[in-house]
Nanobody, 124 residues
């Protein structure tokens, strides 16, 4: 079974930037989720095959999701990071989806392919 591989996490100061990568990216719909300790896994950003994107309100204007077909990779550019962005970030994909409401409860259940997760820590 295909599994996604994330890279690029780590630590940053508040106000800083990090970029996450995920491969491969040839799925109908891909998204980034995050899960902080003691909290539910939540959708952060999503992108469909033609490049239509959607963002959670908490990251809108700060995070950018994109795909590079030539490199077969998905990215999440995270800018103006805040301590509340600290979480394990997951890349997810599913060929059955073409559009999602990123803030929908239990959205994670709709995705069938996942990465192993990568830690992002933002200090104040």
């Amino acid at each position: 079974q295909v599994q996604l591989v994330e890279s690029g996490g780590g630590s940053a100061q508040a106000g800083g930037s990090l970029r996450l990568s995920c491969a491969p990216s040839g799925f109908s719909y891909m998204a980034w989720f995050r899960q902080a300790p003691g909290k539910e896994r939540e959708g952060v950003a999503g992108i469909n095959k033609v490049g239509v994107t959607t963002y959670a309100d908490s990251v809108k204007g700060r995070f950018i999701i994109s795909k590079d077909s030539a490199k077969n990779a998905l990215y999440l550019e995270m800018n103006n990071l805040k301590p509340e962005d600290t979480a394990v970030y997951y890349c997810a994909a599913d060929d059955r989806l073409s559009f999602v409401k990123i803030s929908a409860p239990e959205l994670a259940r709709r995705f069938g392919v996942w990465g192993q997760g990568i830690q992002v820590t933002v200090s104040s």
